[in-house]
């Protein structure tokens, strides 16, 4: 099983940028689609972004398209979601995902998945 932990989150104004990060071991990372998700307080876990192992596709939802950009180094066995012009909305718990399949990543059926990096947008 693949092993994945997050980091980066924080507290940030509106309009402001964050980084998280999520590294992997346990696996070989380069034969894993990526993915995160996030879930805000009282709301079920929403996809945000996922990248196919080769880098070659990316995805995202609707409401963070143009203002965040989804990236891994296989190389250091890590996943990079660099958001910017944040938005109050976008206040929630940003958790990782993997899987060998693309598809099941953006589903979010994948067993893998990290502890959560908590990211809180103030107006």
């Known amino acids: 099983q693949i092993q994945l932990v997050e980091s980066g989150g924080g507290l940030v104004q509106a309009g402001g940028s964050l980084r998280l990060s999520c590294a992997a071991s346990?696996?070989?990372?380069?034969?894993?689609?990526m993915g995160w998700f996030r879930q805000a307080p009282g709301k079920g876990r929403e996809f945000v972004a996922a990248i196919s192992w080769s880098i070659s596709n990316t995805y995202y939802a609707d409401s963070v398209k143009g203002r965040f950009t989804i990236s891994r180094d296989n190389a250091k066995n890590t996943m990079y979601l660099q958001m910017n012009s944040l938005k109050p909305e976008d206040t929630a718990v940003y958790y990782c995902?993997?899987?060998?399949?693309?598809?099941?990543?953006?589903?979010?059926?994948?067993?893998?998945w990290g502890q959560g990096t908590q990211v809180t947008v103030s107006s």
């Open positions: 995902t993997a899987h060998p399949s693309i598809l099941l990543v953006r589903v979010g059926t994948s067993n893998a």
């Open positions: 346990g696996r070989t990372f380069s034969n894993y689609a």
